[in-house]
Antibody, heavy 118, light 108 residues
Framework: QVQLQESGPGLVKPSGTLSLTCAVSSGSISSSNWWSWVRQPPGKGLEWIGEISHSGSSNYNPSLKSRVTMSVDKSKNQFSLNLSSVTAADTAVYYC???????????WGQGTLVAVSS | EIVLTQSPGTLSLSPGERATLSCRASQSVSYNYLAWYQQKPGQAPRLLIYSASSRATGIPDRFSGSGSGTDFTLTISRLEPEDFAVYSCQQYGSSPRTFGQGTKVEIK
Protein backbone atom coordinates (compact mmCIF):
# COMPACT_ATOMS: atom_id res chain seq x y z
CA GLN A 1 0.00 0.00 0.00
CA VAL A 2 1.02 3.61 -0.51
CA GLN A 3 3.30 5.10 2.13
CA LEU A 4 4.04 8.77 2.74
CA GLN A 5 6.93 10.13 4.79
CA GLU A 6 7.48 13.76 5.74
CA SER A 7 10.97 15.14 6.25
CA GLY A 8 12.48 18.51 7.06
CA PRO A 9 13.81 20.68 9.88
CA GLY A 10 12.02 20.41 13.21
CA LEU A 11 12.91 23.97 14.18
CA VAL A 12 12.56 27.15 12.12
CA LYS A 13 13.38 30.70 13.20
CA PRO A 14 10.68 33.39 13.16
CA SER A 15 10.44 35.17 9.78
CA GLY A 16 12.19 32.21 8.15
CA THR A 17 10.85 29.66 5.67
CA LEU A 18 9.50 26.27 6.64
CA SER A 19 10.41 23.64 4.04
CA LEU A 20 9.10 20.07 4.08
CA THR A 21 9.19 17.18 1.66
CA CYS A 22 6.83 14.22 1.41
CA ALA A 23 8.28 11.06 -0.14
CA VAL A 24 5.78 8.69 -1.71
CA SER A 25 6.60 4.97 -1.79
CA SER A 26 4.83 1.82 -2.97
CA GLY A 27 2.96 3.95 -5.49
CA SER A 28 3.51 6.57 -8.16
CA ILE A 29 2.90 10.23 -7.50
CA SER A 30 1.48 10.37 -11.04
CA SER A 31 -1.28 7.89 -10.25
CA SER A 32 -3.39 10.07 -7.98
CA ASN A 33 -5.44 13.20 -8.30
CA TRP A 34 -4.09 15.47 -5.59
CA TRP A 35 -1.47 15.51 -2.88
CA SER A 36 -2.16 17.66 0.16
CA TRP A 37 -0.52 19.22 3.18
CA VAL A 38 -2.49 19.46 6.43
CA ARG A 39 -1.32 20.85 9.74
CA GLN A 40 -2.42 20.57 13.35
CA PRO A 41 -1.25 23.02 16.04
CA PRO A 42 -0.70 21.39 19.44
CA GLY A 43 -4.05 20.53 21.03
CA LYS A 44 -6.06 21.94 18.13
CA GLY A 45 -7.91 20.75 15.02
CA LEU A 46 -6.78 20.00 11.49
CA GLU A 47 -6.15 22.75 8.94
CA TRP A 48 -5.79 22.13 5.21
CA ILE A 49 -2.85 24.07 3.77
CA GLY A 50 -3.18 23.21 0.11
CA GLU A 51 -2.79 20.60 -2.61
CA ILE A 52 -0.82 19.90 -5.74
CA SER A 53 -1.41 17.54 -8.64
CA HIS A 54 1.22 15.40 -10.34
CA SER A 55 1.17 17.87 -13.23
CA GLY A 56 1.96 20.76 -10.90
CA SER A 57 -1.46 22.42 -10.63
CA SER A 58 -2.05 23.74 -7.13
CA ASN A 59 -4.74 25.11 -4.82
CA TYR A 60 -3.97 26.86 -1.56
CA ASN A 61 -5.97 27.80 1.50
CA PRO A 62 -6.74 31.52 1.11
CA SER A 63 -5.70 32.09 4.72
CA LEU A 64 -2.14 31.01 3.85
CA LYS A 65 -1.99 31.60 0.11
CA SER A 66 0.37 34.58 0.22
CA ARG A 67 2.99 32.52 2.07
CA VAL A 68 2.64 29.02 0.55
CA THR A 69 4.38 27.40 -2.38
CA MET A 70 4.08 23.73 -3.31
CA SER A 71 6.00 21.77 -5.89
CA VAL A 72 6.22 18.22 -7.19
CA ASP A 73 9.25 16.22 -8.31
CA LYS A 74 8.08 13.23 -10.32
CA SER A 75 11.60 11.91 -10.81
CA LYS A 76 11.97 11.54 -7.04
CA ASN A 77 8.32 10.63 -6.45
CA GLN A 78 7.91 13.39 -3.90
CA PHE A 79 6.24 16.72 -3.31
CA SER A 80 7.20 19.69 -1.19
CA LEU A 81 5.85 22.56 0.90
CA ASN A 82 7.39 25.96 1.49
CA LEU A 83 5.79 28.32 4.01
CA SER A 84 7.46 31.72 4.29
CA SER A 85 7.52 34.42 6.97
CA VAL A 86 6.68 31.97 9.73
CA THR A 87 5.65 32.95 13.24
CA ALA A 88 4.97 31.00 16.42
CA ALA A 89 1.41 30.49 15.13
CA ASP A 90 2.83 28.18 12.46
CA THR A 91 4.09 25.73 15.07
CA ALA A 92 2.26 22.49 14.33
CA VAL A 93 2.46 18.88 13.28
CA TYR A 94 2.55 18.90 9.49
CA TYR A 95 1.04 15.97 7.58
CA CYS A 96 1.13 15.07 3.92
CA UNK A 97 -1.79 13.10 2.52
CA UNK A 98 -3.17 11.66 -0.68
CA UNK A 99 -6.61 12.59 -1.95
CA UNK A 100 -7.87 9.82 -4.18
CA UNK A 101 -10.80 11.21 -6.15
CA UNK A 102 -14.08 10.70 -4.33
CA UNK A 103 -12.36 8.61 -1.65
CA UNK A 104 -11.14 11.47 0.48
CA UNK A 105 -7.72 11.59 2.09
CA UNK A 106 -6.97 7.88 2.21
CA UNK A 107 -3.26 7.78 3.00
CA TRP A 108 -1.41 10.01 5.45
CA GLY A 109 2.19 10.43 6.52
CA GLN A 110 3.02 9.98 10.20
CA GLY A 111 3.40 13.73 10.62
CA THR A 112 6.36 15.89 11.59
CA LEU A 113 6.43 18.50 14.34
CA VAL A 114 7.79 21.86 13.27
CA ALA A 115 8.41 24.45 15.96
CA VAL A 116 8.95 28.12 15.19
CA SER A 117 11.27 29.61 17.76
CA SER A 118 14.43 31.66 18.00
CA GLU B 1 -15.34 28.67 2.51
CA ILE B 2 -17.55 25.94 3.98
CA VAL B 3 -17.50 25.94 7.78
CA LEU B 4 -18.11 22.55 9.42
CA THR B 5 -19.53 22.53 12.95
CA GLN B 6 -19.32 19.28 14.91
CA SER B 7 -21.40 18.41 17.93
CA PRO B 8 -21.09 17.55 20.68
CA GLY B 9 -17.59 18.66 21.53
CA THR B 10 -17.16 15.71 23.88
CA LEU B 11 -19.17 12.50 24.15
CA SER B 12 -18.81 10.44 27.33
CA LEU B 13 -19.94 6.86 26.79
CA SER B 14 -19.25 3.33 28.00
CA PRO B 15 -17.98 0.42 25.88
CA GLY B 16 -20.87 -1.27 24.12
CA GLU B 17 -22.91 1.92 23.86
CA ARG B 18 -23.93 3.64 20.64
CA ALA B 19 -22.23 6.88 19.60
CA THR B 20 -23.86 9.45 17.34
CA LEU B 21 -21.71 12.34 16.09
CA SER B 22 -23.00 15.28 14.07
CA CYS B 23 -21.35 17.46 11.43
CA ARG B 24 -23.23 20.45 10.04
CA ALA B 25 -22.00 22.45 7.03
CA SER B 26 -22.55 26.17 6.49
CA GLN B 27 -23.52 25.41 2.88
CA SER B 28 -24.23 22.34 0.83
CA VAL B 29 -21.26 19.99 0.40
CA SER B 30 -20.59 19.40 -3.28
CA TYR B 31 -21.14 15.81 -4.42
CA ASN B 32 -21.61 14.92 -0.72
CA TYR B 33 -17.84 14.69 -0.54
CA LEU B 34 -17.83 14.45 3.25
CA ALA B 35 -15.33 12.28 5.09
CA TRP B 36 -14.89 11.19 8.69
CA TYR B 37 -11.50 10.58 10.30
CA GLN B 38 -10.45 9.00 13.56
CA GLN B 39 -7.38 10.30 15.35
CA LYS B 40 -5.64 8.95 18.43
CA PRO B 41 -2.95 10.82 20.40
CA GLY B 42 0.34 11.01 18.53
CA GLN B 43 -1.11 9.42 15.40
CA ALA B 44 -2.14 10.65 11.97
CA PRO B 45 -5.83 10.81 11.08
CA ARG B 46 -7.31 7.57 9.75
CA LEU B 47 -9.99 7.65 7.07
CA LEU B 48 -13.19 5.92 8.22
CA ILE B 49 -15.93 7.14 5.88
CA TYR B 50 -15.83 8.90 2.49
CA SER B 51 -18.56 10.27 0.24
CA ALA B 52 -20.72 10.61 3.38
CA SER B 53 -21.59 6.93 3.69
CA SER B 54 -18.93 4.67 2.16
CA ARG B 55 -16.65 2.80 4.54
CA ALA B 56 -12.93 2.95 3.77
CA THR B 57 -10.96 -0.24 3.27
CA GLY B 58 -10.62 -2.29 6.45
CA ILE B 59 -13.03 -0.22 8.53
CA PRO B 60 -15.34 -2.36 10.73
CA ASP B 61 -19.04 -2.28 9.92
CA ARG B 62 -19.89 -0.86 13.35
CA PHE B 63 -18.89 2.49 11.78
CA SER B 64 -21.50 4.03 9.49
CA GLY B 65 -22.02 7.41 7.92
CA SER B 66 -25.19 9.07 6.71
CA GLY B 67 -26.54 12.39 5.56
CA SER B 68 -26.42 14.72 2.60
CA GLY B 69 -26.36 18.40 1.75
CA THR B 70 -25.52 20.14 5.01
CA ASP B 71 -26.23 17.56 7.72
CA PHE B 72 -24.10 14.48 8.26
CA THR B 73 -23.83 11.85 10.97
CA LEU B 74 -21.22 9.30 12.02
CA THR B 75 -22.61 6.39 14.05
CA ILE B 76 -20.59 3.82 15.95
CA SER B 77 -23.09 1.07 16.73
CA ARG B 78 -21.29 -0.48 19.71
CA LEU B 79 -18.20 1.17 21.08
CA GLU B 80 -15.10 -0.98 21.40
CA PRO B 81 -12.23 0.06 23.72
CA GLU B 82 -10.12 1.07 20.71
CA ASP B 83 -12.83 3.47 19.43
CA PHE B 84 -12.22 6.09 22.11
CA ALA B 85 -10.56 8.86 20.13
CA VAL B 86 -11.19 12.19 18.38
CA TYR B 87 -13.37 12.17 15.26
CA SER B 88 -13.21 14.91 12.64
CA CYS B 89 -15.36 15.52 9.60
CA GLN B 90 -13.99 17.06 6.41
CA GLN B 91 -15.50 18.33 3.19
CA TYR B 92 -13.40 17.90 0.08
CA GLY B 93 -15.96 18.80 -2.58
CA SER B 94 -14.86 22.40 -2.86
CA SER B 95 -11.76 24.45 -2.18
CA PRO B 96 -10.59 25.22 0.38
CA ARG B 97 -11.03 21.76 1.87
CA THR B 98 -12.16 22.26 5.46
CA PHE B 99 -12.33 20.25 8.65
CA GLY B 100 -14.65 20.36 11.62
CA GLN B 101 -13.17 21.10 15.04
CA GLY B 102 -13.52 17.49 16.17
CA THR B 103 -15.59 15.46 18.65
CA LYS B 104 -13.80 13.62 21.43
CA VAL B 105 -15.33 10.28 22.37
CA GLU B 106 -14.17 9.48 25.90
CA ILE B 107 -14.75 6.63 28.31
CA LYS B 108 -17.46 7.38 30.84
Amino acid sequence: QVQLQESGPGLVKPSGTLSLTCAVSSGSISSSNWWSWVRQPPGKGLEWIGEISHSGSSNYNPSLKSRVTMSVDKSKNQFSLNLSSVTAADTAVYYCARQWGSHGFDYWGQGTLVAVSS
Amino acid sequence: EIVLTQSPGTLSLSPGERATLSCRASQSVSYNYLAWYQQKPGQAPRLLIYSASSRATGIPDRFSGSGSGTDFTLTISRLEPEDFAVYSCQQYGSSPRTFGQGTKVEIK
